[in-house]
């Protein structure tokens, strides 16, 4: 098992590209979400999923879409980057019924 | 509104010493009370968790401590060691819907 995938693992972007990070699982989990970690912030909720077709906002979604087409798949999308998207991104899973998160090991995004 | 308040920020212990780490809530919805270890470059590692229902749990030199009436949990590190030198945070997680949120951090040193 993979675990959980994302990639790039690095990425530098100019103020107004857009671009997706992408995390894949290989676990059959039913919940994935996407977490942003700045220093002495802890990581804040951006995204979720409860399952393929559902997704919700979590703390900071401004400036991020998501989709889950599939169980496996949640890519995040900038729309157009902006320096406070200076980042690194953590992608996590979890089984429905469980409360233990499986992080990705992560994507550096440097917005200039 | 910062729904867990973590502390200290920052904690230096010598080898062979205690290491205790708090985290103060104050929503009540959540079902699940992880510790996660973070290492630099890498994602964080669930370290140990707790469900609501019981007041303490160990797994080797690691403890949680929770206090449901005073909305408290703490994390415990036995006879500390270089290598538990790392971030931790806490978190609180709702497994029966999409929410989590985590505390700021962490920093452990452990001196030699």
Partial sequence: ?112 | QQQVKQSPQSLIVQKGGISIINCAYENTAFDYFPWYQQFPGKGPALLIAIRPDVSEKKEGRFTISFNKSAKQFSLHIMDSQPGDSATYFCALINTNAGKSTFGDGTTLTVKP
């Fill in chain 1, 1 to 112: 098992n993979a675990g959980v995938t994302q990639t790039p693992k690095f990425q530098v972007l100019k103020t107004g590209q857009s671009m997706t990070l992408q995390c894949a699982q290989d676990m059959n989990h039913e919940y994935m979400s996407w977490y942003r970690q700045d220093p002495g912030m802890g990581l804040r909720l951006i995204h979720y999923s409860v399952g393929a077709g559902i997704t919700d906002q979590g703390e900071v979604p401004n400036g991020y879409n998501v989709s889950r087409s599939t169980t496996e798949d949640f890519p995040l999308r900038l729309l157009s980057a902006a320096p406070s998207q200076t980042s690194v991104y953590f992608c996590a899973s979890r089984s429905d019924r469980r409360g233990e998160l499986f992080f990705g090991e992560g994507s550096r995004l440097t917005v200039l």
